[in-house]
């Protein structure tokens, strides 16, 4: 589909998707949301692609929803609300769930639905000198409904909690320490910085393993103690059928990298 609201660049075995709204700070609304799933979509699809860099043009990441987004939204009935919801946790569970690794690199401030952006990415570099972040939900009267399932897993309740109820703004450096993203680094090696961790995923990792390491994740917090761990054996057997683990063993035994 040709888009409006963001970019996507495929380059070798990386994806970048960028929020392409710099004169609105990359805020979302309806039709960015449809544009960024379809992107993923097709990052998924793509067997190349190895892993995806979710980033914003810019000055900021993303500094939440549109403002005329939102005023259309107080005007909508619960079910066109609640189609609208639904569209929102279909795009944060696709980028949680996505067979292969996403990395938010976050320059400026990600606020709100950008920080719930954040939040699912599987790893989030961001520039310790601009990058803030901070869900503003309740100074307008709404809630990060739907991001707190994942921000819970992310950082647990107590600092969940911190977070949403004085909806606070944090530096990186206090996001980092919180576990709320994965590292924070000076402005000028952020490009470089999550250049050399995609490449490392790209060509170190068996993309298989990544994607079954995914599927674990999102599947074991709705099991009980015995079926998780039945679960996992089975998932150990499966993998030991995977033409890639056949493919990495024989290279350890030959003591020699696997091309993946």
């Known amino acids: 589909m040709d888009f409006t609201r963001i ?13 392409n709204r710099p004169e609105k700070r990359n805020a979302i609304d309806d039709v960015m949301i449809t544009e960024l ?21 810019g000055s900021a990441f993303c500094a939440g929803a549109d403002i005329e987004y939102l005023s259309k939204l107080s005007t ?20 949680y769930t996505l067979r292969k690794p ?5 320059q400026g401030p990600a606020i709100a639905g950008g920080c719930g952006l ?14 803030r972040f901070g869900y503003s939900e309740v100074h307008i009267g709404f809630l990060p409904a739907i991001v707190m399932v994942f921000l819970i897993k992310r950082i647990g309740e107590g600092k969940a909690r911190e977070l949403v109820l004085t909806g606070k703004q944090i530096d990186a450096s206090e996001a980092e320490k919180i576990g709320l993203i994965t590292k924070s680094v000076p402005d000028q090696m952020l490009d470089q910085e999550v250049d050399n961790l ?17 599927e674990m994740f999102s599947k074991l917090d709705g099991l009980n103690f015995v079926d998780a761990l ?22 350890f035994l030959k003591k020699e990298l696997p091309q993946w």
């Open 230 to 251: 039945e679960y996992a054996a089975n998932m150990n057997a499966l993998t030991r059928m995977t033409e890639d683990f056949k493919k990495g063993l024989k290279g």
């Open 118 to 131: 954040v939040t699912v990415c599987d790893f989030a570099y961001a520039a310790e000198e601009t990058a």
């Open 198 to 214: 995609a490449q490392q995923l790209s060509e170190k990792n068996s993309p298989s393993s990544m994607a079954l390491c995914k």
């Open 37 to 57: 799933r379809h992107a993923f979509t097709a990052a998924e699809r793509t067997e190349e692609v190895r892993a995806v860099v979710l980033t914003g043009s």
């Open 7 to 19: 970019a996507v660049e495929q380059s070798g075995r990386l994806c970048t998707v960028t929020l």
């Open 76 to 95: 909508y009935s619960f079910e066109e609300n609640k189609e609208d919801s639904l569209n929102v946790m279909r795009l944060f569970s696709q980028i």
């Open 102 to 106: 996403v990395i938010a690199k976050v």
